[in-house]
Nanobody
Framework: QVQLVESGGGLVQPGGSLRLSCAAS????????MGWYRQAPGKQRELVAT???????NYADSVNSRFTISRDNAKNTVYLQMNSLKPEDTSVYYC?????????????WGKGTLVTVSS
């Protein structure tokens, strides 16, 4: 079991920056994939970025070159640095931990943090 707590959301103007944090209840060293997803009102949850235990990263095309995901295993925390924010980035952002075992995956989710990009 892993509990995840997101923080760092808020209101920011277009072009601004925010850094989201995801604190895990246990060591993330052995968690296969950590990621950030987002869900806007009336839309499906979508992938934003993921980072593997080997620190390999993957980004949605819509955020590539603007967002950076990173992990600090010593602090059991994953970060999402968001720059050049756009109104369309407004969403609830969720942290995800995926543990792979014998060909299957178990996902854990945080409760989310709201990011609003507006002038």
């Amino acid at each position: 079991q892993v509990q995840l707590v997101e923080s760092g959301g808020g209101l920011v103007q277009p072009g601004g920056s925010l850094r989201l944090s995801c604190a895990a209840s246990r060591s993330i060293f052995t968690i296969d994939v950590m990621g950030w997803y987002r869900q806007a009102p009336g839309k499906q949850r979508e992938l934003v970025a993921t980072i593997t235990s080997a620190s390999s990263t993957n980004y949605a095309d819509s955020v590539n070159s603007r967002f950076t995901i990173s992990r600090d295993n010593a602090k059991n925390t994953v970060y999402l640095q968001m720059n050049s924010l756009k109104p369309e980035d407004t969403s609830v952002y969720y942290c995800n931990a995926r543990i792979l075992s014998f060909g299957s995956a178990v996902d854990y989710w945080g409760k989310g943090t709201l990011v609003t990009v507006s002038s």
